[in-house]
């Protein structure tokens, strides 16, 4: 269709003897914001939720505000909207992001029309003590409140996913286990995962075959969970849900050495710290070497669709600040799919497997 369009402008403009105009182009490209619009991004399946979502979503930490560096809330709002606009639906939040603001913006978001968007948000870190690991939720009735507040930041009556947040065995594992079939039950959640990058956890979590997904790390630069946990997942009808994708924006290339990252940013430590120092600087010459890999798109589709080359895949949660970020993150969902050489060339810098954990969690 696009190529229609272009002919005929292109006629228009031998036609009338001049070259295309500005409104020309214009128009091609109101067309073709038109056809990405319609453009129907893949659909996969949560695991055993049986919900089914598009494979791009959009994470939400950094729009809380309070790790990411500064963020304006129209900004936020505005990235939400055209992340719904282009036919994204799955939103990723959590209580503790921008210690509950990034749910709010959300529910904000959300209102009239709560239809169109599956949301996952995890409950776990909110008050716990970590020189005790002790959760704030040792009873399931105040598990069940905790739940209760994220529906109200929400302003919703039903989560689609609900995520333990916490990877800390003891003491309250059963507590959320038990908490989180209770909310199914009473119809306040839709189906529950856990967020972790722990086998042992992972298995644990799931040992009465209910836990419906998985929220893990996975990247260019962490292959790890390749080696287990995805074909664990593929076997257990677990979703994964794919955060880290860009590794905190290294894997869009905008990073060099000199990067001086804002107030309020974590990402400083990786500057100020020597040993993530370290780390960032190894991980820029990776980067270095997958840049030649990306032609014809940038470095985060590549990534992107890196992510989404794995069969126990179900969704990826690019994080997204701004509605430019949100529309460039997309544009991998228009791309065919890598080719059998670009994953080989990829497995040649990272073999399959390998990598770095980038959270400990
Ligand atoms: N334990 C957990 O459960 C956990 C942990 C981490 C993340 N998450 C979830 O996963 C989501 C993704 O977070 P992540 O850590 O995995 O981050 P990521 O997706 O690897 O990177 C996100 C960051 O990269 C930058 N970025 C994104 N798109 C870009 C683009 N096209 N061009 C340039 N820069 C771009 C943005 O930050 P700047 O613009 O500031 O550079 C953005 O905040 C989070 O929002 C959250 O929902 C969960």
């Not at 930490?61 to 939400?80: F, P, Q, R, V």
């Not at 009808?237 to 001086?260: C, E, P, Y």
Request: glycine share 8%.
């Amino acid at each position: 269709m696009i190529n229609v369009l272009i002919l005929n402008c292109l006629k228009k403009s031998q036609i009338k003897k001049s070259p295309l105009t500005f409104f020309d182009f214009k128009t091609i490209l109101m067309n073709m914001e038109g056809i990405m619009n319609n453009f129907k991004i893949e659909e996969r399946k949560l695991g055993r939720s049986g919900i089914v979502v598009r494979y791009i979503g959009i994470g939400l930490w950094g729009i809380g505000g309070d790790m990411w560096g500064k963020t304006d809330d129209n900004e936020s709002l505005e990235a939400i909207e055209k992340a719904l606009e282009l036919g994204i639906n799955f939103f990723d939040t959590s209580d503790v992001y921008g210690n509950g603001h990034s749910e709010e913006l959300l529910g904000k978001a959300m209102k009239g029309r709560r239809d169109r968007f599956i949301v996952a948000t995890k409950i776990g870190w909110k008050n716990f003590d970590g020189d005790k690991k002790v959760s704030a939720y040792d009873t399931i009735d105040k598990l069940i409140k905790g739940v209760e507040e994220n529906l109200k930041r929400l302003n919703t009556d039903y989560i689609d996913i609900i995520q333990n947040h916490i990877n800390f065995r003891e003491p309250n594992m059963e507590i959320f286990l038990e908490g989180f079939q209770k909310l199914e039950k009473q119809g306040k959640v839709r189906a529950y995962g856990v967020s972790t990058s722990d086998f042992e956890y992972l298995k644990e979590f799931n040992k009465d075959e209910k836990c419906a997904t998985l929220q893990i790390d996975y990247s260019i630069l962490n292959r790890t969970a390749e080696k287990d946990i995805f074909p664990y997942c593929i076997e257990h009808n677990i979703g994964v849900i794919v955060r880290g994708a860009l590794a905190m924006g290294i894997l869009t290339g905008k990073f060099t050495k000199d990067t001086q990252f804002g107030e309020g940013d974590f990402r400083q430590n990786w500057q100020k710290n020597p040993e993530e120092r370290e780390i960032f600087y190894k991980d820029l010459e990776t980067v270095e070497k997958l840049k030649p890999l990306a032609k014809n798109k940038t470095l985060a589709e590549l990534a992107i669709q890196f992510v989404l080359s794995h069969p126990a895949v179900s969704v990826v949660i690019p994080g997204a600040k701004n509605k430019k970020q949100v529309e460039m993150n997309l544009k991998a969902a228009y791309l065919p799919p890598l080719t059998k050489e670009e994953l080989e060339q990829i497995n040649s810098i990272v073999p399959p497997g390998g990598g770095r954990k980038i959270w400990p969690a």
